[in-house]
């Protein structure tokens, strides 16, 4: 976790959460010898597992709390997945290629995670059934911030997801205030696959 704190990851309990998870498992048996390179790597269909970096980042701008309710958008091999169920009270996560919410289901299984519950279809709609979430993350970028995430958003909620803006992709944190409105925060360039769907690119 040392390259981790040298890149700015301040918070401790998602770097403790980023050390208990093992990457390998999450990756196809060619790929694990670069499981612990600072990098994206294949996971099968289109889709990559995004650099230990990114994902501690993410993570820590979300500010988890124990008692959190996170909804996750893009789910993959479910890595993400885990490191949020470490964190918080229970993870939402939708992944739009059913092949892979079967791969992260069992990650996760084999794992011993249950605070979880996996879905595959739209994730650009959200998860109405189980709104307001006090977190949701995006690994996916979209032309803009899907409506029903902000709408489906608890008070002081954070939505952390990277975005198209003129040709470039940034990585923001929306927060709900608690008084109304939308505080929106900028992270700097990263490099995502597209968010698929109705709120997304088709």
Known sequence: MSTLRGKGIRDERVLRAMEAIPRDIFLP?????????????????????SQPYIVARMTELLEPVATDRVLEIGAGCGYQTAILCKLVAHVYAVERIPALARQARRHLRELGISNVTIRSFDGTYGWLRHAPFAGILAAAVGPEIPGPWLEQLSPNGRLVLPVEIEDDQRLL??????????????FGAVRFVPLIGWHGFS
């Open 173 to 186: 944190r929306i927060r709900r205030a608690r008084e109304g409105g939308f505080v929106r925060e900028d």
């Open 29 to 49: 048996p060619e790929s694990r010898a670069e499981a612990y390179r600072d990098g994206p790597l294949p996971i099968g269909e289109g889709q990559t597992i």
